[in-house]
Protein backbone atom coordinates (compact mmCIF):
# COMPACT_ATOMS: atom_id res chain seq x y z
CA UNK A 1 0.00 0.00 0.00
CA UNK A 2 1.28 3.39 -1.34
CA UNK A 3 1.05 6.45 1.34
CA UNK A 4 -0.72 9.21 0.39
CA UNK A 5 2.12 11.21 -0.11
CA UNK A 6 3.78 8.78 -2.66
CA UNK A 7 0.62 8.01 -4.07
CA UNK A 8 1.07 12.36 -5.05
CA UNK A 9 4.29 11.74 -6.37
CA UNK A 10 3.64 8.02 -7.82
CA UNK A 11 0.76 9.89 -10.03
CA UNK A 12 2.62 13.43 -10.46
CA UNK A 13 5.40 11.41 -12.31
CA UNK A 14 3.47 8.37 -13.96
CA UNK A 15 5.18 6.30 -11.98
CA UNK A 16 11.82 1.09 9.06
CA UNK A 17 12.64 3.53 10.72
CA UNK A 18 10.88 5.37 13.10
CA UNK A 19 10.98 9.22 13.37
CA UNK A 20 11.75 11.05 17.17
CA UNK A 21 9.22 10.64 19.46
CA UNK A 22 7.55 14.02 20.69
CA UNK A 23 10.05 15.80 23.86
CA UNK A 24 8.64 18.21 25.82
CA UNK A 25 11.82 20.22 25.37
CA UNK A 26 11.46 20.79 21.73
CA UNK A 27 7.97 21.79 22.49
CA UNK A 28 9.10 25.72 21.66
CA UNK A 29 11.34 24.90 18.50
CA UNK A 30 8.34 22.31 17.50
CA UNK A 31 6.31 25.34 17.15
CA UNK A 32 8.55 27.85 15.60
CA UNK A 33 8.78 25.46 12.70
CA UNK A 34 4.14 25.77 11.96
CA UNK A 35 3.04 28.40 10.64
CA UNK A 36 0.51 30.58 12.03
CA UNK A 37 -2.83 29.46 10.29
CA UNK A 38 -4.34 33.29 10.96
CA UNK A 39 -1.11 34.57 8.25
CA UNK A 40 -0.82 31.89 6.51
CA UNK A 41 -0.65 33.06 3.11
CA UNK A 42 -3.22 31.08 0.40
CA UNK A 43 -1.22 29.29 -2.28
CA UNK A 44 -2.74 28.80 -5.45
CA UNK A 45 -3.86 26.35 -6.54
CA UNK A 46 -1.20 23.92 -8.21
CA UNK A 47 -1.46 19.94 -8.61
CA UNK A 48 0.93 17.39 -7.37
CA UNK A 49 1.80 17.21 -11.44
CA UNK A 50 2.24 21.18 -11.88
CA UNK A 51 4.50 21.15 -8.39
CA UNK A 52 6.69 18.70 -9.90
CA UNK A 53 7.02 20.49 -13.43
CA UNK A 54 7.47 23.48 -11.91
CA UNK A 55 10.31 22.17 -9.30
CA UNK A 56 12.14 19.84 -12.17
CA UNK A 57 12.90 23.15 -14.29
CA UNK A 58 15.73 23.95 -11.39
CA UNK A 59 16.41 20.75 -9.41
CA UNK A 60 15.87 17.64 -11.89
CA UNK A 61 15.00 14.25 -10.07
CA UNK A 62 14.90 10.99 -11.32
CA UNK A 63 12.36 8.47 -11.59
CA UNK A 64 14.55 6.09 -9.53
CA UNK A 65 14.81 8.60 -6.53
CA UNK A 66 11.33 9.27 -6.83
CA UNK A 67 10.48 5.46 -6.37
CA UNK A 68 12.81 4.92 -3.59
CA UNK A 69 11.83 7.76 -1.95
CA UNK A 70 7.79 6.29 -2.54
CA UNK A 71 9.23 2.19 -1.79
CA UNK A 72 11.72 3.18 1.19
CA UNK A 73 10.77 6.90 2.39
CA UNK A 74 14.28 8.11 1.43
CA UNK A 75 16.39 9.03 -0.98
CA UNK A 76 18.82 6.40 -2.37
CA UNK A 77 21.90 9.00 -1.76
CA UNK A 78 20.67 11.36 1.08
CA UNK A 79 24.54 13.23 0.34
CA UNK A 80 22.91 14.50 -2.91
CA UNK A 81 21.97 17.82 -2.40
CA UNK A 82 19.53 18.63 -5.45
CA UNK A 83 16.50 15.97 -4.39
CA UNK A 84 16.21 17.73 -0.76
CA UNK A 85 15.60 21.22 -2.79
CA UNK A 86 13.30 19.79 -4.90
CA UNK A 87 11.42 18.60 -2.16
CA UNK A 88 11.58 22.26 -1.04
CA UNK A 89 10.21 23.57 -3.75
CA UNK A 90 7.55 21.04 -4.18
CA UNK A 91 6.37 21.20 -0.45
CA UNK A 92 6.66 25.62 -1.19
CA UNK A 93 4.95 24.82 -4.32
CA UNK A 94 1.80 22.92 -2.86
CA UNK A 95 1.47 25.68 -0.06
CA UNK A 96 2.76 22.31 2.85
CA UNK A 97 5.74 24.80 3.69
CA UNK A 98 5.61 28.57 3.29
CA UNK A 99 8.17 31.20 2.43
CA UNK A 100 9.94 31.29 5.34
CA UNK A 101 10.04 27.78 5.64
CA UNK A 102 7.39 26.83 8.01
CA UNK A 103 5.24 24.20 7.97
CA UNK A 104 1.41 24.55 7.25
CA UNK A 105 -0.19 21.96 8.70
CA UNK A 106 -3.70 22.97 7.83
CA UNK A 107 -2.69 22.93 4.44
CA UNK A 108 -0.54 19.49 4.93
CA UNK A 109 -3.59 18.15 5.77
CA UNK A 110 -6.15 19.36 3.74
CA UNK A 111 -3.70 17.61 1.15
CA UNK A 112 -3.40 14.72 3.10
CA UNK A 113 0.06 14.78 2.56
CA UNK A 114 0.16 13.50 6.48
CA UNK A 115 -1.84 10.68 8.20
CA UNK A 116 -2.71 13.52 10.67
CA UNK A 117 -1.39 16.29 12.47
CA UNK A 118 0.18 13.97 15.26
CA UNK A 119 2.75 12.90 12.53
CA UNK A 120 3.10 16.12 11.52
CA UNK A 121 4.07 17.64 14.59
CA UNK A 122 6.25 14.31 15.68
CA UNK A 123 7.82 14.74 12.21
CA UNK A 124 8.75 18.41 13.28
CA UNK A 125 11.62 17.14 15.61
CA UNK A 126 13.41 15.97 12.15
CA UNK A 127 13.83 19.18 10.46
CA UNK A 128 17.23 19.85 11.14
CA UNK A 129 20.11 21.27 8.82
CA UNK A 130 19.77 23.53 5.90
CA UNK A 131 16.12 24.97 4.40
CA UNK A 132 16.26 21.84 2.04
CA UNK A 133 17.21 19.36 4.77
CA UNK A 134 14.62 20.44 6.80
CA UNK A 135 12.12 20.05 4.06
CA UNK A 136 13.47 16.62 3.10
CA UNK A 137 14.22 14.99 7.02
CA UNK A 138 10.29 16.19 7.01
CA UNK A 139 9.23 14.48 4.22
CA UNK A 140 11.27 11.56 5.15
CA UNK A 141 9.72 10.88 8.28
CA UNK A 142 6.33 11.43 7.17
CA UNK A 143 7.11 9.13 4.24
CA UNK A 144 8.40 6.33 6.96
CA UNK A 145 5.60 6.67 9.11
CA UNK A 146 3.12 6.61 6.26
CA UNK A 147 4.80 3.28 4.96
CA UNK A 148 5.03 1.76 8.69
CA UNK A 149 1.35 2.55 9.54
CA UNK A 150 0.61 0.94 5.62
CA UNK A 151 2.40 -2.28 6.34
CA UNK A 152 0.81 -2.62 9.73
CA UNK A 153 -2.56 -2.10 8.07
CA UNK A 154 -1.71 -4.41 5.61
CA UNK A 155 -0.53 -7.14 8.24
CA UNK A 156 -3.92 -7.40 10.11
Known amino acids: MQSRFGLLL ?60 NETGSFPDETDRIPPCFIRCYLKALGILTEDDRVNKEQALALNWASGAETIDECLNEMTGTTCEKAYYLTRCVMTRALVDGRSKDNK
Do not use: H
Open 10 to 69: AVALGAAVGCSTLNNDNAEQRIGLLADPATAKKVPEMSAQEAVTECNRTFIITTEYWNEL
